[in-house]
């Protein structure tokens, strides 16, 4: 009956069914095999473009659209994005500075710009807040600093763990919001002794710090939104095992070629401390 259905002859079908694979199908399930363990290894946030990029880089060679077709029979894709982007408070009277950065999130070199915002983490809890440090040479997270509260002391911490990590040259650009927080005297006199040059974004326009929201949209879609979080310090455990054991050393960025951020400061001719001639 179902030769009849299909309108072949049964020797037909028989011979179909005993014929062995072909050497193209046979590629596909050793290709499919490797894209599996490769997502499952990268935590599975990995869309086909790093997953082809991390195929390129072991010596496996497919086109992307062969990536695309079998990550798609297998049902892998990476997370859909979450977005949610708080309200930022500015403080009357503060001291705002000038957008310098005017949008330019190309940097020549390392510790010539950073970008900077703050982030809250739902928990059981109550609200755990991140804030983020970034390098725009490499995206590198360069600092950053965890509380229960925001404020210019969670910002401070940041601010000090990069500039003791990375001892940058006077006349670094720091970009920032508007924010009570970053427009506090403290933070603006620690910015001043760095000899830092000050940069904020203009009043509600989240474009003039697209690269921070950018990486916050990242975090979110590959760690934060993945589980719920019932205390801080579970929260705490794993964006700090993101950031230092996966985002830093592993993750591929497209804006690097498919780099990690270590690796691709690793590639660079200028040492990290210093300007070059």
């Known amino acids: 009956m179902l030769c009849q259905t ?17 050497q ?30 991390l195929l390129k880089a072991r010596s ?16 892998l894709s990476a997370q859909v994005k979450k977005r949610r982007k708080p309200t930022t408070r500015s403080a ?9 950065l005017n949008r330019q999130f190309a940097a020549r070199v390392p510790n010539q710009k950073w970008v900077t915002d703050t982030k809250a983490v739902a928990t059981a809890e109550g609200w ?13 997270v360069v600092g950053w600093a965890m509380a229960a509260t925001e404020d210019e002391h969670l910002v401070e911490l940041a601010l000090r763990m990069a ?19 970053f427009t506090s005297d403290r933070y603006l006199a620690l910015l001043q002794e760095a000899g830092c040059e ?8 989240c474009y003039d710090n697209a690269a921070m929201e950018a990486f916050f949209a990242t975090l979110t879609k590959e760690c934060t939104a993945r589980v719920r979080f019932q205390t801080r310090q579970e929260a705490r455990s794993a964006i700090f095992e993101y950031l230092e054991c996966f985002y830093n ?18 590639a660079t001719p200028f040492p990290l401390h210093e300007s070059p001639t």
């Open 249 to 266: 050393p592993v993750r591929l960025h497209s804006t690097l070629q498919y780099a990690s951020p270590v690796a691709f400061e690793q």
């Open 60 to 75: 496996i060679h497919c086109s992307r659209k062969r990536v695309v077709r079998l990550m798609q029979q297998l049902g």
């Open 198 to 205: 000050v940069s904020m974004s203009r009043t509600g326009d």
């Open 92 to 100: 009357s009277g503060g001291r705002f500075a000038p957008n310098l």
């Open 6 to 22: 299909l309108e072949v002859s049964q020797s037909g079908y028989y011979a179909w069914k005993s014929r062995e694979p072909s």
């Open 163 to 181: 500039l003791a990590t990375r001892h940058p040259p006077a006349g670094l650009l720091h970009h920032s919001d508007r924010g009570s927080e």
């Open 24 to 53: 193209h199908c046979r590629e596909d399930a050793r290709l499919s095999a490797d894209i599996q363990q490769l997502f499952l290894e990268h935590r599975q946030v990995y869309g086909s473009p790093r997953i082809h990029a």
């Open 128 to 140: 755990l807040y991140l804030a983020v440090i970034l390098d725009l040479f490499s995206r590198m």
